[in-house]
């Protein structure tokens, strides 16, 4: 890969960090939430009772929050971040300040100020007070473009402007004594490689560093799914109702290892890692963030020890001079209703009621002048609508039949709620109720990333302005597309497995793309389902997700896995899609069931 190092920088870069704790201890690093609803509460105390951990992070942001705080900001100006955290914190203060009496204190860094960091650190302040806790906190703002003068790049009204930020204001807030940090929005990973800087003093021009420690971060910022949660192999995890929370264990020189709090349930091993390692990465040899440019391709995963696994082999070179942005813009409405229907020929039943549903408004609001539907979905869940199957063919006695439409008229949407309910004495027999009564409308929210400048963001902690080392970059590697195009595999065998017997994959999206990723069971199978398995191969099978969807696979030799970027998979993807798996964390479960053919016996391959 290419490699690139800038000159002169180190010795600045040496003198600006001339406050950090140079060390060449570990540090335990424990994440106890991976979105805005995760079991925070329990995560946090297990952690920081169990865990032995020096720092406790936690994710809340994704680009869906951004715009649910927007609309909170909106109504209640002080507001706009995660109320959660402090419901999560009060918990797990005697915890922390038990640490701190013993000499270990526990410091906290979070994103949950959301789009008001420092409107956060105040509540936070109060409540530490009220419970007696002496405790510096620090605020980490400039990420929030709204309200700055900068209008975007399009002609279009943005509900959110984010730019993801990096790890070394938090570092710098940890530098100068902070307990806690609250941010805004920054790429997860930095929840982590922001401690792992100021602890070890790395450079910031140290981009493999860099990279290992954003991999550690990366691993962790999901909580629980690298430790055992959505894992391939989910009947062998132990105890889902005491799940283990992940800890990474950091050494100076960057080695880490995974694993998770004593006497948990849960389960750390190749398997669960490397899932997590693919989980949404596009690729691998170009992973960006603010701080550094990362190649996983060579990355090796092994098991230590008991739900113990090594990770190292992570590159870096230097980041980009933007900043990414997440921004969000409001487009239309949606509303999702989901009805049970039940007796013979359950599926053909359901697609006829909401179908006959939606064809009454469509010519009612022709009629009127108001438009027609922009989009309409209907899957009869229960008889594989989301393995594409035509529910005409079905021959199931019960399904749920989820119907989501969109129209840029909120009214028309709320006319076709009170339609639905007309399919229990004027349809097809079987149909028994709504879930959850008639649906109500909400905003379509659509994703729009874009780069922004990082000399045009001025980054602020506890409202002091902050200068960092935004001058090491370099122009963003071109990586020529992998070819594509392969040649039929040869057998080798006459034996044919689902790939599940073979590997494990792990699905998730951003925006309308969604990653799926394979790792190899045994690294003798990485040439056999390197050949048997093409980005064509992976096109045909989910094909009837669209017309427009693209595929590109890429490999990752050192973990035996691959990943294949599908683009415009997702209908929208997130809330601005209609479908029953907006974020495609279906999609690897799915593609257990495709069929790899002319192998050997799987014993032969160390299964």
């Given at each position: 890969?290419?490699?690139?190092?800038?000159?002169?920088?180190?010795?600045?870069?040496?003198?600006?960090?001339?406050?950090?704790?140079?060390?060449?201890?570990?540090?335990?690093?424990?994440?106890?939430?991976?979105?805005?609803?995760?079991?925070?509460?329990?995560?946090?105390?297990?952690?920081?009772?169990?865990?032995?951990?020096?720092?406790?992070?936690?994710?809340?942001?994704?680009?869906?929050?951004?715009?649910?705080?927007?609309?909170?900001?909106?109504?209640?100006?002080?507001?706009?971040?995660?109320?959660?955290?402090?419901?999560?914190?009060?918990?797990?203060?005697?915890?922390?300040?038990?640490?701190?009496?013993?000499?270990?204190?526990?410091?906290?860094?979070?994103?949950?100020?959301?789009?008001?960091?420092?409107?956060?650190?105040?509540?936070?302040?109060?409540?530490?007070?009220?419970?007696?806790?002496?405790?510096?906190?620090?605020s980490v703002s400039g990420d929030n473009l709204m309200g700055t003068g900068f209008q975007g790049?399009?002609?279009?009204?943005?509900?959110?402007?984010?730019?993801?930020?990096?790890?070394?204001?938090?570092?710098?807030?940890?530098?100068?004594?902070?307990?806690?940090?609250?941010?805004?929005?920054?790429?997860?990973?930095?929840?982590?490689?922001?401690?792992?800087?100021?602890?070890?003093?790395?450079?910031?021009?140290?981009?493999?560093?860099?990279?290992?420690?954003?991999?550690?971060?990366?691993?962790?910022?999901?909580?629980?799914?690298?430790?055992?949660?959505?894992?391939?192999?989910?009947?062998?995890?132990?105890?889902?109702?005491?799940?283990?929370?992940?800890?990474?264990?950091?050494?100076?020189?960057?080695?880490?290892?995974?694993?998770?709090?004593?006497?948990?349930?849960?389960?750390?091993?190749?398997?669960?890692?490397?899932?997590?390692?693919?989980?949404?990465?596009?690729?691998?040899?170009?992973?960006?963030?603010?701080?550094?440019?990362?190649?996983?391709?060579?990355?090796?995963?092994?098991?230590?020890?008991?739900?113990?696994?090594?990770?190292?082999?992570?590159?870096?070179?230097?980041?980009?001079?933007?900043?990414?942005?997440?921004?969000?813009?409001?487009?239309?409405?949606?509303?999702?209703?989901?009805?049970?229907?039940?007796?013979?020929?359950?599926?053909?039943?359901?697609?006829?009621?909401?179908?006959?549903?939606?064809?009454?408004?469509?010519?009612?609001?022709?009629?009127?002048?108001?438009?027609?539907?922009?989009?309409?979905?209907?899957?009869?869940?229960?008889?594989?609508?989301?393995?594409?199957?035509?529910?005409?063919?079905?021959?199931?006695?019960?399904?749920?039949?989820?119907?989501?439409?969109?129209?840029?008229?909120?009214?028309?949407?709320?006319?076709?709620?009170?339609?639905?309910?007309?399919?229990?004495?004027?349809?097809?027999?079987?149909?028994?109720?709504?879930?959850?009564?008639?649906?109500?409308?909400?905003?379509?929210?659509?994703?729009?990333?874009?780069?922004?400048?990082?000399?045009?963001?001025?980054?602020?902690?506890?409202?002091?302005?902050?200068?960092?080392?935004?001058?090491?970059?370099?122009?963003?590697?071109?990586?020529?597309?992998?070819?594509?195009?392969?040649?039929?595999?040869?057998?080798?065998?006459?034996?044919?497995?689902?790939?599940?017997?073979?590997?494990?994959?792990?699905?998730?999206?951003?925006?309308?793309?969604?990653?799926?990723?394979?790792?190899?069971?045994?690294?003798?199978?990485?040439?056999?389902?390197?050949?048997?398995?093409?980005?064509?191969?992976?096109?045909?099978?989910?094909?009837?997700?669209?017309?427009?969807?693209?595929?590109?696979?890429?490999?990752?030799?050192?973990?035996?896995?691959?990943?294949?970027?599908?683009?415009?998979?997702?209908?929208?993807?997130?809330?601005?899609?209609?479908?029953?798996?907006?974020?495609?964390?279906?999609?690897?479960?799915?593609?257990?069931?495709?069929?790899?053919?002319?192998?050997?016996?799987?014993?032969?391959?160390?299964?």
């Amino acid at each position: 890969m290419l490699r690139t190092r800038v000159p002169g920088i180190s010795r600045w870069v040496a003198r600006s960090l001339s406050v950090r704790h140079q060390s060449s201890d570990t540090v335990r690093i424990g994440c106890y939430s991976g979105f805005w609803g995760d079991s925070c509460t329990f995560a946090a105390k297990q952690l920081t009772s169990k865990g032995d951990i020096d720092f406790l992070v936690g994710d809340y942001l994704a680009e869906v929050t951004m715009s649910l705080l927007s609309r909170i900001k909106m109504k209640f100006p002080h507001l706009g971040f995660c109320p959660d955290f402090f419901m999560h914190l009060g918990p797990v203060g005697p915890n922390i300040m038990k640490s701190a009496a013993k000499g270990k204190k526990i410091r906290v860094v979070v994103n949950a100020g959301g789009l008001n960091p420092d409107g956060c650190a105040k509540r936070l302040n109060e409540l530490l007070k009220d419970l007696g806790m002496d405790l510096n906190v620090a605020s980490v703002s400039g990420d929030n473009l709204m309200g700055t003068g900068f209008q975007g790049p399009k002609d279009i009204k943005y509900n959110t402007m984010n730019c993801y930020l990096g790890a070394e204001p938090i570092a710098r807030a940890l530098d100068q004594g902070a307990d806690i940090v609250v941010t805004g929005r920054c790429v997860d990973s930095a929840l982590v490689l922001g401690p792992l800087i100021h602890k070890f003093g790395w450079s910031m021009d140290d981009f493999d560093k860099l990279a290992q420690g954003s991999l550690a971060g990366h691993l962790v910022e999901c909580g629980a799914q690298c430790t055992g949660g959505n894992f391939t192999d989910w009947h062998k995890v132990p105890d889902f109702s005491n799940i283990g929370f992940p800890i990474v264990e950091v050494g100076a020189d960057s080695t880490f290892t995974v694993t998770k709090p004593p006497k948990t349930g849960g389960l750390v091993n190749f398997g669960t890692v490397t899932e997590q390692m693919l989980y949404e990465i596009g690729d691998p040899r170009c992973y960006a963030l603010p701080d550094v440019i990362c190649d996983f391709t060579d990355v090796q995963v092994s098991e230590v020890g008991d739900n113990e696994v090594e990770v190292k082999g992570a590159r870096g070179i230097a980041p980009s001079p933007h900043y990414k942005v997440s921004a969000t813009t409001v487009d239309g409405y949606k509303a999702t209703t989901m009805a049970p229907m039940i007796g013979p020929r359950a599926a053909v039943k359901g697609q006829l009621n909401a179908s006959s549903t939606i064809e009454r408004c469509r010519k009612r609001f022709l009629e009127s002048g108001m438009g027609d539907f922009g989009r309409v979905n209907i899957e009869c869940l229960g008889s594989e609508s989301n393995y594409g199957k035509d529910p005409q063919t079905s021959d199931v006695k019960e399904v749920v039949v989820w119907t989501s439409v969109e129209h840029k008229k909120k009214e028309a949407l709320q006319e076709w709620a009170k339609e639905i309910a007309g399919a229990g004495t004027g349809g097809a027999p079987g149909f028994t109720t709504l879930v959850g009564g008639l649906p109500k409308p909400a905003p379509i929210i659509r994703y729009v990333p874009f780069m922004h400048p990082k000399s045009d963001v001025k980054i602020t902690i506890n409202g002091e302005e902050f200068e960092g080392t935004a001058g090491i970059s370099a122009d963003t590697p071109v990586f020529d597309v992998p070819d594509q195009v392969q040649p039929a595999p040869q057998p080798e065998g006459s034996h044919s497995y689902r790939l599940e017997e073979l590997a494990y994959t792990r699905s998730g999206d951003k925006g309308d793309t969604a990653n799926l990723g394979v790792i190899c069971r045994d690294p003798s199978l990485y040439s056999v389902i390197d050949e048997r398995i093409s980005a064509e191969e992976v096109r045909k099978y989910f094909s009837y997700l669209g017309p427009e969807l693209k595929v590109t696979k890429y490999t990752l030799p050192g973990s035996s896995s691959f990943n294949f970027l599908m683009e415009n998979a997702l209908g929208g993807g997130g809330i601005a899609s209609i479908r029953s798996d907006p974020q495609g964390k279906a999609i690897g479960q799915i593609f257990t069931d495709f069929l790899v053919e002319g192998v050997k016996d799987k014993s032969e391959y160390g299964l």
